[in-house]
């Protein structure tokens, strides 16, 4: 049987790049026993390897609970320590390894080996009992993965949780753009649009070249469906079926989803991610989120599903906040690749700057005026407390990232695409759209809109894709229905895209928390997006 070796560390000191070196393997996905929970896991010949989540000592977060209860589970522990500050990460994490036999590896010591003198480790391992190594995660030799995997073999015991032995080093990066007051801010915001921005571009610029030679090699076979008796024809063709949706898929979802697992990955292997959360906390402190919490959000316009499972490394403060947002304001790889097709169908591309604003702006009055005091007060505490060193993005680790994210979108979100449109099929073949549309007709004046729009508000509301479905001709290269302003056009798309939760990112909120939390969810999301919809759709007309 397999010895499992836990790795216990802080976030971003490289445990998984540390794993990948010693194994050269991707990573399994498997549930914690008695939990919904998928942690990381490695195989090797001699060893089971777990990777845990970062510990954030100052915060209550699932993850952190879930890795300090996995330590006694383990046959043996890896404490990971970054070289930039032993002292510290020993002070913080010994105690929760006492008594386990394991060793502590210190990575990043490219950045401090020509200023930490080799005798003091030696002092430090002979008063902890502990074999340390360091290493340069990236760089690990064939030797030093080998002393690595024998100590491992006969791992002495944690006896001490505190030593006197003190390194007396600390290694602070040098100050960037970021800390620049003003500039470095909106240039985090930049940043953070950045992935969004560039998918929608290449995602639009893919379409323009490729639409035509998609659509015509399929609207043989989609008319050859359409011929099928029903409810095959309403499942596979006609306007929401699933062969009918194809061109959709591979030339909006499909390219948004990989560009933006591509751009994330970047930003998290070359330590982006820290900088950006560290450098945004201020700005979104007063709305109940703190800066990790951002990129969960933004990991929502890939795929709201597991932006939602991320939230467990949130404080529970702050969690249903961070998840409200994702629900609200994160448009997803199948609403966001609609929009833009409506937009460009529109002829009305430049629509996307002010609709992805509008989104953000009306995100955080949602937050404002939906968070609890105590989430407030407890934001207002930073819990990144250091800037992170940055580096070049490692290929591996960046090809690692996008096949993570990647399996994960085919994983989750493409299966819930082809349930989606059989249900879609389903009710359409059962008159049951048309009968939701006509019964909410007369109320589309109010947003100053017709009453054929109703059709992509009840489809968007079903499927996100829908909003593209209620809108495009079947060519999917002009608008069906009666409207040319583009205040209307970002009406309809903004509600048809906000009124509801995705089906599926409720039912995971509602598994996640609880269904009470999510029905509360659901009424305050319809709620607000009537009322930003309202505004959308008579301050900007009468601007």
């Excluded at 090797?44 to 330590?71: R, V, Y």
């Excluded at 015509?216 to 008796?229: D, E, H, R, T």
């Excluded at 993570?404 to 082809?418: C, S």
């Excluded at 109010?446 to 593209?468: Q, T, Y």
């Amino acid at each position: 049987m397999k010895n499992s070796v836990i790795l216990i560390g802080k976030e971003s000191v490289g445990k998984s790049q540390l794993i990948r070196s010693l194994t050269g393997k991707n990573a399994i996905s498997e549930k914690v026993k008695g939990t919904t929970i998928n942690i990381q896991s490695y195989e090797t010949s001699q060893f089971h390897f777990i990777d845990t989540p970062g510990i954030l000592l100052e915060t209550d977060s699932l993850t952190t609970k879930l890795a300090l209860n996995e330590i006694p589970n383990s046959d043996c522990v890896i404490l990971v320590i970054t070289a930039t500050s032993i002292d510290k990460d020993l002070s913080d994490l010994l105690p929760l390894v006492q008594d386990k036999p394991g060793a502590i590896i210190i990575t990043h010591w490219d950045l401090v080996k020509s200023k930490i003198h080799t005798e003091i480790l030696q002092k430090l391992e002979q008063e902890v009992g502990i074999p340390i190594i360091n290493v340069d995660t990236r760089n690990i030799s064939s030797d030093e993965k080998q002393h690595i995997l024998d100590t491992l073999t006969k791992p002495q015991i944690f006896k001490k949780a505190k030593v006197t032995t003190q390194v007396e080093f600390t290694l602070k990066p040098k100050k960037s753009i970021f800390e620049v007051p003003l500039v470095g801010k909106l240039f985090a915001i930049l940043l953070l649009l950045l992935p969004a921005w560039v998918a929608v571009k290449f995602a639009i610029l893919l379409a323009d070249n490729l639409y035509d030679t998609v659509y015509n090699g399929l609207n043989p076979i989609i008319q050859k469906i359409n011929n099928l008796p029903s409810p095959i024809s309403h499942l596979l063709g006609t306007d929401y079926g699933i062969i009918s949706m194809f061109p959709f898929l591979v030339l909006y979802a499909l390219p948004t989803v990989f560009l933006f697992a591509i751009i994330l990955s970047l930003y998290k292997t070359s330590g982006l991610v820290d900088r950006l959360t560290l450098t945004i906390h201020p700005l979104v402190a007063p709305f109940g989120i703190v800066g990790r919490d951002v990129v969960r959000i933004v990991m929502g316009f890939g795929c709201n599903v597991p932006a939602v499972i991320s939230t467990r490394s949130c404080s529970s403060c702050t969690r249903g906040n961070c998840i409200s947002a994702i629900s609200f304001g994160a448009a997803c790889s199948y609403q966001l690749p609609a929009t833009i097709a409506v937009f460009a169908a529109a002829k009305m591309d430049y629509l996307i700057i002010p609709y992805l604003l509008i989104l953000a702006i009306t995100t955080l009055i949602y937050l404002w005026v939906t968070t609890p005091k105590k989430a407030r007060i407890f934001s207002s505490k930073l819990v990144i407390s250091e800037r992170d060193f940055m580096q070049w993005p490692s290929l591996n680790a960046t090809k690692a990232e996008v096949f993570a994210l990647v399996k994960e979108f085919f994983r989750v979100a493409f299966p819930i695409f082809i349930v989606i449109c059989l249900i879609a099929g389903v009710l359409n073949w059962l008159g049951v759209i048309e009968a939701l549309a006509s019964l909410m007709s007369p109320v589309m004046t109010l947003f100053n809109l017709p009453g054929e729009a109703a059709a992509s508000v009840v489809l968007g509301s079903i499927r996100k894709d829908g909003i593209a479905i209620g809108l495009l001709n079947p060519a999917m290269d002009g608008i069906k229905i009666a409207i040319s302003h583009p205040v209307q056009i970002l009406t309809v798309v903004y509600l048809a895209g906000v009124l509801l939760p995705c089906i599926v990112t409720l039912f995971t909120v509602a598994k996640e928390i609880n269904v009470k939390f999510a029905l509360k969810l659901t009424l305050r999301q319809m709620i607000a997006a009537i009322i930003f919809s309202l505004f959308i759709a008579w301050i900007g007309y009468l601007i």
